[in-house]
């Protein structure tokens, strides 16, 4: 399907659905870290215990995520964004309701295993009904909504303090309950997707093209530099601010609980209305590399910001917040436009495979670096290995940005980012 074989309104109301769901898979994801301490406190469980619940959610995607892509080519984006829905539904159930840590990082993993897929479901569903025009503008705008939906879960400890003085379990049951909000709007989705295909001809249906391994091989060089870039940046960013930031900020900076976790929630706020704007800029320049390299150089300043200088933390935020609005603006239009419409489920699930990888390996050397130097609030030095960490992978993902733009600069082929 494309934008000439559905009205603007419909595509327009497409990416509204689209983003509703994102913010609730958004929130869910999100609602470990302000638990965090709560979980420690009450339960018992270590930084590595709190690391696994999120690195598990990406655990099975280093194999799965390959395959939602290709069933997202296969089957389509509407029916998969609503199969996925369902699942993490029911992973965020198990989570809430789960007595023990094995039942909650049973419940990760399911969410796990449908979050991934519904993520290139949705931006499947966008390339599809934006082909035409405006592709970066909607992926940016619906991330930007779907950013709303983490700058919520950190924002959780003000906005439900009730839930959250009566103990871990009811901050979870919101976020079960926000999870079936995100499970209303892809059935709407698929609803209205299915009317607009009933009303083409058969001949103007997708034909499905069967999956073969080394049309991996082909996707160019360029695509690999945005996979590496993928998989270090997006490590970084969510093993830290997902999982480990706000107790940082607890214990090395002294903020409480609420505080932290505003801090940690205004980089998600700055992305709601910076993320839309860079994918419009994106739009109208066609120069995506650079934009591309500035927003990833910019995630190894901040950590350097953060640990090794008296700076506000309102600075290493700012410089985090337009990283994070930036470089998702950019990379999933230009992964579009770096390989065909009929391969772009299978190139972001190639690309989700070796991110969860990193994401789960980040989340569980940070915890086991903060376990082995005894991190806490009385030992605050004790997170310095886990800065210098996550420093280094996000300084080796700024260097791979840059040969991703140096290589779009001399590859006439690649008009999307050419002229960089």
Known sequence: MNEKSSSPATAWLVCALVAAALFGNFYVYDSIGPVADLLQRQRGFSDTQVGLLNAIYSLPNVVLILVGGILVDRFGAARMTLWTAAICLAGAALTAFSPDFTGMAAGRLLYGIGAETFNISTLAALAEYFAAGNIAFAMGLSLSIGRLGSYSADMSPTWFATAYSQGWQPPLLIAC????????????????????????????????????????????????????????????????????????????????????????????????????????????????????????????????????????????????????????????????????????????????????????GANLIAGWLNDRAGASAQNPSGYDAMMMFFGVSSLLGAVFALMLWFTAGRSAHEGAVHGA
């Open 177 to 360: 309950a926000i999870a079936a909000t995100s499970f209303a709007a892809s059935l709407v989705y698929w609803w209205i997707d299915r009317r607009a295909r009933s009303t083409r001809s058969s001949s103007a249906a997708p034909q499905a093209q069967p999956f073969v391994l080394r049309d991996l091989l082909h996707f160019g060089e360029a695509y690999w530099y945005l996979l590496i870039l993928c998989v270090l940046w997006y490590s970084t960013i969510l093993a830290f601010r997902s999982t480990f930031s706000i107790k940082y900020f607890q214990h090395v900076h002294g903020l409480d609980l609420a505080g932290s976790g505003e801090m940690n929630s205004y980089v998600f706020l700055a992305a709601v209305f910076a993320t839309p704007a860079f994918g419009w800029l994106c739009d109208r320049t066609g120069r995506y590399a650079p934009f591309l390299a500035f927003g990833a150089a910019l995630l190894p300043v901040s950590f350097a910001v953060m640990a090794l200088t008296d700076m506000s933390l309102w600075v290493s935020t700012a410089l985090i917040g337009v990283s994070f609005s930036l470089v998702p603006a950019v990379m999933w239009p230009l992964t579009s436009k770096l390989v065909g419409p009929a391969r772009f489920g299978t190139a972001i699930g190639l690309m989700w495979v070796v991110q969860n990888a990193g994401i789960s």
